[in-house]
Nanobody, 115 residues
Framework: QVQLAESGGGLVQPGGSLRLSCAAT????????MGWYRQAPGKQREMVGF???????NYADSVKGRFTISRDNAKNMVYLQMTSLKPEDRAVYYC?????????WGQGTQVTISS
């Protein structure tokens, strides 16, 4: 059974930084792509970014230059480093993985931006 678990969410002031982690129960070497999505209050889920097995990452325009996705294959972990956080970044952030065409999701971690 494939499971993903996010952690690291919390409250941060505008302009601050936060790092989210996603732990997988399977080797991420077997996962073609891992990504981060978010869902803000009253809005639909949107893609934040994703990273392939070679370490190449892609980002949504709204976070490009501020967020960084990385992965640690030895630890079966993927990370989302968020900097210069804005109020519009407030959302529940979800880890995502695709394996043999099947999509898996974590339960999400809340990120709140407040002064």
């Amino acid at each position: 059974q494939v499971q993903l678990a996010e952690s690291g969410g919390g409250l941060v002031q505008p302009g601050g930084s936060l790092r989210l982690s996603c732990a997988a129960t399977v080797s991420i070497l077997s996962i073609n792509s891992m990504g981060w999505y978010r869902q803000a209050p009253g809005k639909q889920r949107e893609m934040v970014g994703f990273i392939n097995s070679g370490g190449t990452a892609n980002y949504a325009d709204s976070v490009k230059g501020r967020f960084t996705i990385s992965r640690d294959n030895a630890k079966n972990m993927v990370y989302l480093q968020m900097t210069s956080l804005k109020p519009e970044d407030r959302a529940v952030y979800y880890c995502n993985a695709i394996i043999l065409g099947d999509v898996y999701w974590g339960q999400g971690t809340q990120v709140t931006i407040s002064s």
